[in-house]
């Protein structure tokens, strides 16, 4: 996402990386990928498939409307529309929920005006839904706007974690802004050593934008539960586009219990067309990435619902496996992207970044599901179902991309 009020890529959300093997039910999980070096999971039992949720950042930013109103709403809207029922599940707050300044005891103070019967109430409020709250800080002096300046929380880590988890807090989004140059690594274990004695299972989502050296998906594995990989998304195609291709080559990293996060969902909020955010949700749920809605979805249109709920591309996000996708073939704005399923399937994704309709083509065994003469391949946006020998292609119009799964007939 991208703030009014602050430099583009400051908010990234980093989590834990390294393709990794479950030893069972919240038990260590151990990398074996002979690509990235060896590292032992954060052990919080949390996110062994990528959560789903909301947060409000994209569609208000700092504004007026961001308040308890607008928060317990799009609870009820969780609810109401249905989202609950296929997997959304976090209802987050970001930037500018606190007062300028913490109180004489160091505490942080919840905005008086958006926030007037604090935290603990709209999380109450959350979790009376069926659902999980989650908030926001960032690993520096500041948070990330510019304008206020809002506390962040280096050297405030013990503190913080009690206060959150006293309110109930589920999940934490920490940003990197204003942070004195103190290292990654250290900021970002800080936090990760706070929350956890606190006792309460809180999500550790790493916003630490994928800038700095080592990179965060090198050591966020032991560290968080996903974490950013880029900069803020914004609601265009260019920037859709440059966010999927950055995480292009960081498949090895992601799996159950630490992710690659390539920022927020824009679908919804009027900058793209429906093909295009189509395209989008299709490409973060092949790349096993956070799906937390970016708009405002108290006024979700038909067709905004449609997307986010559609509930054959969430499974792909939502496999239990938790591979991300990886390139088949890529060549003059056409690409094939196939992700490996927890029952032996396989997606393949089918993208035109072109301003034209173009013909892609793959195979089974290309897909890596060869040694059968007959194949299913199921459409996941139209739902049409067909048999093939081998051959996968379609005409994906432009900005487009066709979605199959794929079975061994």
């Not at 799009?74 to 300028?100: M, Q, R």
């Not at 690594?185 to 700095?212: F, N, V």
Request: net charge neutral; with cysteine.
């Amino acid at each position: 996402m991208q703030r009014s009020t602050r430099s583009r890529g400051l908010r990234s959300c980093l989590a834990a990386v390294t393709a990794a093997t479950t030893v069972a039910a919240g038990a260590l999980t151990v990398s074996l990928t002979t690509a990235a070096p060896q590292a032992v999971a954060l052990d919080n039992g949390l996110a062994r498939t990528p959560p789903m949720g909301f947060n409000n950042w994209n569609a208000t930013h700092c504004d007026a409307s961001f308040n308890e109103s607008m928060v317990k709403g799009v609870a009820d809207a969780f609810v109401s529309l249905g989202l609950k029922d296929v997997g959304y599940t976090y209802v987050n707050i970001d930037d500018c929920w606190a007062e300028p300044s913490r109180d004489a005891s160091g505490n942080l103070v919840p905005h008086h005006t958006r926030f007037p019967n604090g935290i603990k109430a709209v999380a109450d409020y959350v979790h009376a839904k069926g659902l999980k709250f989650g908030i926001y800080t960032s690993a520096g002096t500041k948070t990330c706007n510019a304008a206020n300046g809002f506390p962040g929380g280096l050297d405030h880590e013990k503190q913080d974690a009690k206060q959150f988890a006293s309110w109930g807090v589920d999940y934490l989004k920490y940003d990197n802004c204003n942070n004195q140059g103190v290292d990654a690594q250290k900021r970002y274990q800080a936090m990760r050593d706070a929350l956890a004695a606190t006792g309460r299972p809180i999500l550790y989502s790493l916003c630490e934008w994928g800038q700095t050296t080592p990179k965060v998906w090198t050591w966020g594995e032991p560290v968080g539960n996903s974490w950013r990989t880029t900069g803020d998304i914004s609601d265009k195609w260019s920037s859709m586009i440059d966010k999927l291709h950055i995480n292009d080559d960081l498949a090895q990293y992601a799996g159950p219990g630490h992710w690659n996060d390539p920022d927020m969902l824009e679908v919804g909020n009027g900058g793209m067309t429906a093909t295009e955010y189509r395209t989008h949700f299709s490409l973060w749920a092949m790349m096993a990435a956070p799906l937390l809605i970016g708009s405002d979805i108290r006024n979700a249109s038909a067709t905004t619902q449609s997307i986010l709920k559609n509930t054959d591309i969430i499974a792909l996000d939502q496999d239990t496996l938790g591979k991300q996708a990886t390139i088949v073939s890529s060549s003059d704005g056409k690409t094939v992207y196939t992700k490996q399923l927890a029952n032996g399937d396989r997606a393949v994704a089918l993208l035109n970044e072109n301003s034209s309709s173009k013909t892609i083509s793959t195979t089974a065994s290309a897909i890596g599901l060869g040694g059968s003469s007959s194949y299913r391949l199921k459409d996941l946006w139209s739902k049409a179902t067909s048999t093939t020998s081998g051959s996968i292609s379609a005409s994906v119009p432009a900005h487009g991309t066709v979605v199959y799964r794929v079975s061994r007939g």
